[in-house]
Nanobody, 112 residues
Framework: QVRLVESGGGLVQPGGSLRLSCAAS????????MRWYRQAPGKERELVAL????????NYADSMKGRFIISRDNAKNTVYLQMNSLKPEDTAVYYC?????WGQGTQVTVSS
């Protein structure tokens, strides 16, 4: 079955960086666009970034442009989200989506 497992979340100070990973299995990873979403407390889940199946195309939500970088390694069936210049408003649970399934999420907390 399709399985997505996120990792790399944690507590970071404002201005810091984190790299999230999402390991996929159970589907042909290299054929699918992959997406990162996030959901902050009391807010709706929102799209953070997406990457095409080959990694040749990416798209970002406006508030993440220039700070976040999505990438993928099809040999490892893994998608990444490099998050730089983190702000307190980036605090959320970050989810990976692809192959018709969601991961369990990883908590990112930006606080001093």
């Amino acid at each position: 079955q399709v399985r997505l497992v996120e990792s790399g979340g944690g507590l970071v100070q404002p201005g810091g960086s984190l790299r999230l990973s999402c390991a996929a299995s159970g589907f042909t990873f290299s054929s699918y666009t992959m997406r990162w979403y996030r959901q902050a407390p009391g807010k709706e889940r929102e799209l953070v970034a997406l990457i095409g199946s080959t990694g040749g195309s990416t798209n970002y939500a406006d508030s993440m442009k220039g700070r976040f970088i999505i990438s993928r390694d099809n040999a490892k069936n893994t998608v990444y989200l490099q998050m730089n210049s983190l702000k307190p408003e980036d605090t959320a649970v970050y989810y990976c989506y692809g192959g018709g399934a969601w991961g369990q999420g990883t908590q990112v907390t930006v606080s001093s």
